[in-house]
């Protein structure tokens, strides 16, 4: 089946360290995403990836990185720059240059602690 | 800029209830449309989606309409039932353009 798998599901840290969480699709997509979701509130973009080693930075990027080696593969990592790093993080794929509407598949997400 | 308005909950419903949640848009372009469900500590489903004007996307019996006169397209069901209970968001994508926009969310209960 294809899809998107994130780990792990649950994932603590003490504050001050950096921690990397995984995204990985077998779906062929070309697009990958990251977000953040806070509770009871909606997603917030943190980067996005269109090709193999091309990012850009979403609408909160501050205190997070990310690389895109491979295709099917879009770590995020927040660092210890990022001051509220508790919540729940959704990585996403899609495919690129469709003619009809390409729609975002999700992964079941991983939710962050730190303490 | 592009955005998505949703109407705020939570929204308490009695099973077999009808149900409307709105969701309203702006765009410089000319946009694709989309309903996703989440489920409680899971991602983001895709429930539905609408690609240009006066399309109706359904699922699950689910229906919204791309209204391009209003910029709108509401979700409705005409029986919820008690396994509909999540949270809804309404969302956008510019052709092209490879970035969404979502709504704020609106969390559905459904009493017995």
């Known amino acids: 089946d294809g899809g998107i798998t994130q780990s792990p599901k649950y994932l603590f840290r003490k504050e001050g360290q950096n921690v990397t969480l995984s995204c990985e699709q077998n779906?062929?997509?070309?697009?990958m995403y990251w977000y953040r979701q806070d509770p009871g509130q909606g997603l917030r973009l943190i980067y996005y990836?269109?090709?193999?080693?091309?990012?850009q930075k979403g609408d909160i990027a501050e205190g997070y990185s990310v690389s895109r080696e491979k295709k099917e593969s879009f770590p995020l990592t927040v660092t210890s720059a990022q001051k509220n790093p508790t919540a729940f993080y959704l990585c996403?794929?899609?495919?690129?240059?469709?003619?009809?509407?390409?729609?975002?598949?999700f992964g079941p997400g991983t939710r962050l602690t730190v303490t | 800029g592009d955005s998505v308005t949703q109407m705020e909950g939570p929204v308490t419903l009695s099973e077999e209830a009808f149900l409307t949640i709105n969701c309203t848009y702006t765009?410089?372009?000319?946009?694709?449309l989309f309903w996703y469900v989440q489920y409680p500590g899971e991602g983001l489903q895709l429930l539905l989606k609408?690609?240009?004007?006066?399309d109706k996307g359904s699922n699950k019996g689910f229906e919204a309409t791309y209204r391009k006169e209003t910029t709108s397209f509401h979700l409705e069901k005409g029986s919820v039932q008690v396994s509909d209970s999540a949270v809804y968001f309404c969302?956008?994508?510019?052709?092209?353009?490879?970035?969404?926009?979502f709504g704020s969310g609106t969390k559905l209960n459904v009493k017995p």
């Open positions: 996403a794929s899609s495919m690129v240059w469709q003619v009809s509407s390409y729609e975002q598949y």
């Open positions: 990836s269109q090709i193999v080693n091309d990012f």
């Open positions: 779906l062929n997509h070309d697009a």
């Open positions: 609408a690609t240009k004007a006066d």
């Open positions: 969302a956008l994508s510019i052709y092209n353009f490879n970035k969404f926009y």
């Open positions: 765009a410089t372009g000319y946009p694709s």
